[in-house]
């Protein structure tokens, strides 16, 4: 059941994000965005694939029927693979880099080096609306489904890692599945 609180982020988020597309001249191409379509029927309903060379994800929600999204993922040697399970969900969430990150990138993430700094969620920050936690074995392995700031990174392979998405598109992905969901990214 949807609450005030969720309704009115999801609607705030809904509004902002269009605007800030256009104020950077960004449309997303028509492939990326959310539909459904036909999948395996052999796929089990309630599971995540994805797809990363085609920059899709799909939740398999039906026997032979999925909702598809287009996302940005992990650039070359930084992309996740395997299986995992959403342990967490949050809304708005905060974000720092991994320090791995921050030795990679020090120019971009000099804020960080340092500090005990997290960036607040909102607008701003890179994880967007709602981050969903992958985890395997119980154990955090700091990839995240999530929303972006920079929606022009959807159809690309741009990311330290993580599966982005589009803040409208990661709200309804994440009302629509529960903690303990399959993630299987080939």
């Known amino acids: 059941m949807i609450n005030r609180r969720t309704f009115v982020a999801a609607a705030t988020a809904a509004l902002a994000a269009p605007s800030l597309a256009r104020a950077q001249g960004f449309q997303l191409e028509p492939i990326y965005q959310p ?6 029927s052999s796929l089990a309903p309630q599971q995540i694939i994805v797809l990363p060379r085609a920059h899709f994800l799909y939740f398999v929600d039906a026997p032979g029927q999925a909702r598809r999204y287009g996302v940005g993922v992990g650039r070359a040697g930084l992309e996740f693979q395997g299986e995992a399970v959403i ?5 708005w969430p905060t974000w720092r880099p991994t320090d791995e990150m921050i030795e990679r990138e020090p120019e971009a993430y ?3 080096r340092g500090t005990d ?9 890179p994880l967007g609306a709602r981050a ?3 985890f395997q074995n119980g154990r955090d ?3 995240r489904i999530h929303g972006t700031n920079q929606p022009s990174s959807i159809g690309r392979s741009v990311s330290n890692g993580c599966i982005r998405m589009i803040n409208d598109h990661v709200i ?3 009302n629509r599945v529960p903690t303990g969901t399959k993630v299987t990214v080939i």
């Not at 539909?35 to 395996?40: N, S």
């Not at 342990?87 to 809304?91: A, C, D, G, M, Q």
């Not at 700094?117 to 920050?125: A, E, K, L, M």
């Open 35 to 40: 539909q459904t379509v036909k999948v395996k």
């Open 87 to 91: 342990e967490v969900k949050k809304e």
């Open 110 to 112: 000099e804020k960080f």
């Open 117 to 125: 700094y997290v960036q607040p969620g909102g607008p701003n920050n």
């Open 132 to 134: 969903l936690y992958l």
């Open 141 to 143: 392995t700091f990839y």
């Open 172 to 174: 309804d992905l994440y």
